[in-house]
């Protein structure tokens, strides 16, 4: 598993090509340090021909034109207040350049190029068909596969209530007002189909959640015929793709999301400040740690210790147990208890030493499969303090809240929590 990434640098009408197989996992940190640092940082890749397929992101910074256009994942800012703040940092940091996330992956790259002049055709590859309809609706089928859960006593599993969700308001003829939960909004829902409205009302009611949680809302009034939604530029889309299934409807996009919603449903609700949604972005934009190989393989070792841990617990438990048995039937206790010992030395023994041949084995995997050049830097200042200057002096232009007032908000995670979360 990688996260490759393709960039292309285009200055006095020329274009350069550069990839690494690890770029994408954390673009959308390296793309918040502005237009020289940001290309100080790709020419530190492996120089390639043409445009590649084989990735999952990147990004075309134009000098020429003073355009940015990069596509990565952003999922990690579901909620749309989020979101914004972010896209107000990067607008902040690339100031004087258009800058353009483009949906889709490599996918929406290719084609977003092949709609400018930025790049030349004889450096884009031809995606084939399968990779053509690559960007597809992910979302559920229907109102019922978009339910949060199901509720199973005999599992006892319970809610998560900081899982990102839709929240939706059903207003009635009266303008009293109902709310409902699911995982997102569902295609029959987007669709307008009477079905969708009928198992949304069949839905166990819910309380309005808090915005930090909220990734995208809905109001519908059935009796007037009129409904307002709101949440991420993919959303949008989707509802302008579908917006003539509503004919007869009048439908409204919500600018102000959460506080539109909160004002139909007459609660004040629990909205975020700017200030708790930079909180968000921040400490993963100050960190430095990479990702890499390494990275992810320490990440995925320490999941495996913990698991391997219990595993032998619970070994030692089942051998052992016999002999407790054993030992309160007979009353010889000294050969029980040197049986024990050993047993557990021994199996200790084992372990480590299976742990000490996976590491070798892994460690030689990654020396071979590895090149000979230094390890990427990221992008931006190194030093903690200038790091800490350059995000202040990005939020002061942003019209945010200054670092001082963010950082009390901060999670308390880093370094691989921050990753994990990517």
């Given at each position: 598993m990688s996260e490759p990434?393709?960039?292309?640098?285009?200055?006095?009408?020329?274009?350069?090509?550069?990839?690494?197989?690890?770029a994408n996992a954390l673009?959308?940190?390296?793309?918040?340090w502005g237009p020289e640092d940001f290309e100080a940082w790709v020419l530190q890749f492996e120089p390639v021909e043409a445009w590649d397929e084989d990735c999952e992101g990147g990004a075309v910074v134009d000098f020429d034109?003073?355009?940015?256009?990069?596509?990565?994942?952003?999922s990690s800012y579901q909620v749309p207040r989020v979101l914004d703040v972010y896209r107000k940092m990067l607008a902040a940091a690339w100031p004087e350049f258009e800058v353009t996330h483009v949906a889709g992956g490599n996918?929406?790259?290719?084609?977003?190029?092949?709609?400018?002049?930025?790049?030349?055709?004889?450096?884009?590859?031809?995606?084939?068909?399968?990779?053509?309809?690559?960007?597809?609706?992910?979302?559920?089928?229907?109102?019922?596969?978009?339910?949060?859960?199901?509720?199973?006593?005999?599992?006892?599993?319970?809610?998560?209530?900081?899982?990102?969700?839709?929240?939706l308001t059903i207003v009635d003829a009266d303008r009293r007002t109902q709310q409902r939960?699911?995982?997102?909004?569902?295609?029959?829902?987007?669709?307008?189909?009477?079905?969708?409205?009928?198992?949304?009302?069949?839905?166990?009611?819910?309380?309005?959640?808090?915005?930090?949680?909220?990734?995208e809302g809905l109001w519908i009034n059935p009796s007037e015929r009129a409904m307002g939604i709101w949440g991420s530029p993919e959303l949008i889309a989707s509802v302008k793709k579908y917006s003539e299934c509503w004919n007869g409807w009048k439908l409204t996009l919500l600018n102000r999301g959460y506080d539109d919603q909160c004002a139909v449903a007459g609660m004040q609700g629990m909205p975020m400040s700017n200030a708790d949604a930079a909180a968000k972005v921040v400490p993963l934009i100050l960190s430095?740690?990479?990702?890499?190989?390494?990275?992810?393989?320490?990440?995925?070792?320490?999941?495996?210790k913990r698991f391997a841990n219990k595993a032998v617990g619970c070994l030692l438990l089942v051998l052992c147990l016999p002999l407790v048995i054993f030992g309160l039937v007979s009353g010889n206790w000294q050969p029980v208890?040197?049986?024990?010992?050993?047993?557990?030395?021994?199996?200790?023994?084992?372990?480590?030493?299976?742990?000490?041949?996976?590491?070798?084995?892994?460690?030689?995997?990654?020396?071979?499969?590895?090149?000979?050049?230094?390890r990427p830097v990221v992008a931006g200042p190194h030093d903690e303090a200038a790091r800490r200057e350059r995000i202040d002096e990005i939020l002061q232009r942003a019209e945010l809240p200054r670092l001082a007032e963010v950082e009390p908000l901060f999670s308390g995670k880093s370094g691989l929590e921050l990753l994990a979360e990517s």
């Open positions: 990434a393709i960039f292309a640098l285009v200055r006095n009408g020329k274009t350069r090509y550069f990839a690494d197989r690890w673009l959308r940190r390296e793309v918040m034109r003073r355009a940015l256009a990069w596509s990565s994942d952003t996918a929406g790259m290719v084609r977003y190029l092949r709609g400018t002049d930025n790049v030349s055709e004889a450096g884009l590859v031809v995606l084939d068909a399968d990779k053509e309809h690559e960007v597809r609706e992910s979302r559920p089928e229907t109102v019922d596969e978009a339910k949060r859960y199901v509720a199973d006593d005999e599992d006892g599993e319970e809610l998560d209530t900081d899982a990102v969700r839709a929240w939960e699911l995982q997102q909004l569902s295609l029959d829902l987007l669709m307008a189909k009477p079905e969708a409205l009928e198992a949304l009302a069949a839905l166990e009611p819910a309380a309005i959640p808090r915005e930090v949680v909220v990734s430095t740690q990479q990702f890499d190989a390494e990275v992810m393989l320490k990440a995925i070792g320490d999941g495996l208890l040197i049986t024990m010992v050993a047993t557990v030395l021994i199996a200790l023994a084992a372990y480590q030493l299976l742990v000490y041949r996976f590491k070798r084995m892994v460690r030689r995997r990654l020396s071979q499969g590895s090149e000979e050049r230094p």
